[in-house]
């Protein structure tokens, strides 16, 4: 069965970097598009960034671009998202996630929370 | 940008009943929609995608319809286990893929 297990999550100070990863198993990764999508506490979802089965293509939201990377790991079925420049709005729970045949998400990990805080 | 706005807030059902849960996109989506069920500390779950195509096993209480910008979460005959938040999501063409801010379904 697909499984997605992220980690790299914690406490960072304002202005410092964070690299999450996220372990897939279960399904061809190489396959398939991935995404990183966040939930700041008590919040609704935000889609976070997106890179293609070949990481030829990525895309983000703007809040982030510039800040943010997506990148993969094929021969590791690993994803990652290394980050920048964090602020305190970066706070949230952090999910993988696996895109279906077109760009909804239909597996998920179970999270990794991010708390930026001095 | 494409935004996606969900109602009600939140919807109070008592089990065995039914909830009908709406979200409407600023512009055409086509069907390109998708409803998650999140329960407090977990994941989300896909429930629905292409607006009516049920996800893997997912009970067929749960029925999606609409097209264009007008879309319905339909949830027959309540149970326990349904209780919780759900999300809409668009993925037309290019991102932002946005979600809703979600519907909290409660016990009434």
Redesign the interface.
């Known amino acids: 069965q697909v499984q997605l297990v992220e980690s790299g999550g914690g406490v960072v100070q304002p202005g410092r970097s964070l690299r999450l990863s996220c372990a897939a198993s279960g399904f061809t990764f190489s396959t398939y598009g991935m995404h990183w999508v966040r939930q700041a506490p008590g919040k609704g979802l935000e889609w976070v960034a997106v890179i293609s089965y070949d990481g030829d293509y990525e895309s983000y939201r703007g809040s982030v671009k510039g800040r943010f990377t997506i990148s993969r790991d094929n021969s590791k079925n690993t994803l990652f998202l290394q980050m920048n420049s964090l602020t305190a709005e970066d706070t949230a729970v952090y999910y993988c996630a696996k895109s279906g045949d077109f760009n909804y998400f239909d597996h998920w990990g179970q999270g990794t929370l991010v708390t930026v805080s001095s | 940008e494409i935004v996606m706005t969900q109602s009600p807030a939140t919807l109070s059902v008592s089990p065995g009943g039914g909830a009908t849960l709406s979200c409407r996109a600023s512009h055409s989506i086509s069907r ?1 929609l ?1 409803w ?1 069920q ?1 329960k407090p500390g977990q ?4 429930l629905i ?1 292409g607006a009516s195509t049920r ?1 893997t096993g997912i009970p067929a209480r749960f029925s999606g319809s609409g097209s264009g910008t007008e879309f319905t979460l339909t949830i027959s005959s309540l149970q326990s286990e349904d209780f919780a938040v759900y ?1 809409c ?1 668009h ?1 037309n063409n ?9 519907t909290k379904v409660e016990i009434k």
Do not use: C, V
Not at chain 2, 43 to 46: C, E, I, Q, T, V
């Open positions: 390109n998708a998650y999140q994941a989300p779950r896909l995608y996800a999300f999501q993925y290019w991102p932002p893929y946005a979600f809703g801010q979600g």
